[in-house]
């Protein structure tokens, strides 16, 4: 028992209705999670089936949940400081990667609005509400709605039977709480409609500022959600802003109140308006979680192979490939050893190394789909390298493999967009099934920019303008990807003006930017509250001991000289003061800027 035993790795493979997750914490802790992300899945669906887009079923989601947040930086070495998640989406791959600050309670109907906010589970939730947004509708703006509505539901929290909604996030109601002592504002409300960061000044720098906007973006997005009619005002809001009104425009026709007065009525709402609400849900899903030991071998790959399909720098993916290769050796005959190398060579090296290993692993499984889909992807790179017979004899191998991978797994948005590349490289009239496919796996995973781009060619292609224009719309609104967002602008003209199957045939074939990634870091607020707090302290403290120097009694003693005593006070308070001042300036020149997105 004891070999065995050292045999299995720390990490395991756990398995719901519509998550994966790999971890190294505890099976319980990992059930608890899967338990609460189930019900959160299926209350957000309930609250954006107005936005949602008809899908058909898609992928379940792959997670990380790490014991220690140190091995986020396996997965991007760029990580900032106090990084407590992440989000990854390209072509190769959606994946998310939380950690596990502290034990997730079960929690009884009456402690659902009494009990302290888990850490674990808000950070999780926030991140989790941010990507159900951008996977299941075309929601790309105003981005002050989808932190808010990130922040709302990280509040969230479930019994078995009830839930309880609108209870204020930790560090967002320090912050208001703040704003409202201090009555020092870094930003109007009509700002954070715009999203009009780049002039705001704040105690604790760029990452106050976004503190702010995640604070009142809260508030927003409580007012919006706050009763039926508002909801209904908030889906009338939304629909301008996706028919190219502005956020400030859209808020005041939807909701009939001029943006001029919104600080007074988001001041007014604040104090009178943010209860939280209990309510019953007996149809809340019960998680059904299997649990799969991982060998060690097995182990030792798991976040490498994450990370390879977070589609790295070319720096941190030639870094990986010699990193696995040396690790590989160590264990040649462990299946995932040899599809994390293979996919490192494909990706970062000689495609032509993989061919080996991976017909090695199909021999001994040939309905491996990920070893399938990776030797269809070695083939479409090899094609992509060669010209003439050597070119065609690689994409028809390519296309073999990949229609095999379709059929082992018919979900894989990756092994769909791998197809349709293959199929348009090879043939000047794609089939109607790869441009279906490439169709359909976008509308599963569509957060992914080159499943977009791909979608509305696709769409074109086929005669079908109108949803080809739908397709870009989300593109062209995506302030996170402004490459592709002009692109999406440029076709949305072309479109108009006419174009031929020729020329999106050859748009189809052209690769417009290396594939980037779509990166976005959850951050620990906390540090950024504590820092905002103590320089606010500090600056309402100079100020107050600048007005006890002014107002110093003047005191005389006998055979002193006139003022003296009084000078002296004077200069300690002002000293004082200045000592505070300085504090606050070197705590806010140290302030780290978390807010950049890759």
């Not at 700002?191 to 809260?218: I, Q």
């Not at 976008?442 to 992914?448: H, I």
Request: aromatic share 8%; proline share 5%.
């Amino acid at each position: 028992m004891a070999g065995k035993k050292g045999d299995l790795s720390a990490w395991v493979r756990a398995e719901s209705q519509r998550f994966v997750v790999y971890s190294d914490a505890r099976e319980e802790d990992v059930t608890q999670l899967l338990d609460n992300l189930e019900k959160l899945d299926y209350v957000l669906r309930l609250y954006t089936q107005p936005l949602r887009k008809a899908e058909q079923r898609g992928p379940k989601l792959t997670l990380y949940y790490h014991s220690r947040a140190s091995d986020l930086g396996e997965v991007d070495a760029s990580m900032p400081l106090n990084a407590v998640g992440l989000y990854s989406s390209c072509a190769s791959g959606v994946q998310g990667f939380g950690v596990h600050l502290e034990r997730v309670p079960s929690l009884a109907d009456e402690q659902l609005d009494r009990s302290p906010l888990n850490n674990t589970l808000s950070y999780a939730f926030e991140a989790y509400a941010r990507h159900f947004l951008y996977r299941h509708t075309d929601i790309r703006i105003p981005t002050s709605f989808i932190d808010g509505f990130a922040q709302y539901f990280s509040a969230m929290r479930f019994s078995q039977s009830q839930m309880v909604v609108g209870r204020i996030p930790n560090e967002i109601g320090g912050y208001l709480q703040l704003l409202k002592d201090s009555r020092v504002s870094s930003l109007e409300y009509g700002d954070v409609l715009e999203e009009n960061l780049a002039n705001a000044r704040n105690y604790d720098g760029p990452g106050g500022v976004r503190l702010e906007f995640e604070a009142k973006s809260w508030l927003l997005t409580h007012y919006m959600l706050s009763s039926p009619d508002r909801r209904e005002r908030l889906n009338r809001y939304l629909g301008l802003v996706d028919r190219g009104a502005s956020p400030t425009t859209a808020f005041e026709t939807a909701y009939g109140l001029k943006a001029a007065e919104l600080n007074k009525v988001m001041s007014r709402y604040g104090q009178q308006g943010t209860d939280a609400l209990r309510v019953a849900l007996p149809s809340l899903p019960v998680p059904q979680v299997k649990f799969r030991a991982l060998p060690r071998a097995a182990g030792e790959f798991v976040l490498a192979d994450a990370a390879l399909k977070a589609c790295p720098s070319r720096p941190a993916g030639e870094a990986l490939l010699k990193k696995v290769a040396s690790l590989a050796a160590q264990f040649p005959n462990d299946d995932l050893a040899r599809l994390t190398l293979s996919r490192a060579q494909i990706d970062w090296g000689n495609p032509l190394d993989a061919l080996p290993a991976l017909n090695a692993v199909l021999g001994e499984e040939g309905a491996n789909f990920e070893a399938r889909y990776l030797l269809g992807m070695a083939n479409l790179r090899l094609a992509e390298r060669n010209a003439g017979d050597a070119q065609r004899g690689y994409l028809q191998a390519a296309q073999g493999h990949l229609r095999s991978a379709r059929k082992l797994n018919p979900q894989s948005p990756e092994a769909a967009f791998a197809a349709f590349k293959a199929e348009v490289a090879a043939t000047d009239t794609p089939d109607s099934a790869a441009l279906e496919g490439v169709i359909s796996a976008w509308q599963t995973a569509r957060e992914v920019d080159a499943l977009a781009r791909s979608a509305a060619l696709a769409y074109a292609y086929a005669g079908k303008v109108d949803q080809a224009h739908q397709a870009l719309v989300p593109l062209a609104q995506n302030l996170r990807d402004e490459p592709a967002a002009r692109w999406a602008k440029q076709w949305q003209g072309r479109l108009e003006a006419g174009v031929t199957r020729g020329d999106i045939l050859a748009e189809m074939r052209r690769n417009p930017a290396p594939d980037a990634p779509f990166k976005e870091w959850t951050i620990d607020k906390k540090e950024v509250l504590q820092s905002v707090e103590f320089i606010s302290g500090a600056k309402a403290s100079a100020d107050f001991i600048d007005t006890q120097a002014i107002n110093a009694p003047v005191i005389e003693p006998p055979n002193s000289k006139p003022n003296s005593i009084n000078l002296n006070l004077r200069s300690e308070l002002n000293a004082a003061a200045q000592r505070l001042r300085m504090e606050a300036l070197m705590r806010r020149k140290l302030a780290p800027d978390d807010t950049k997105k890759e």
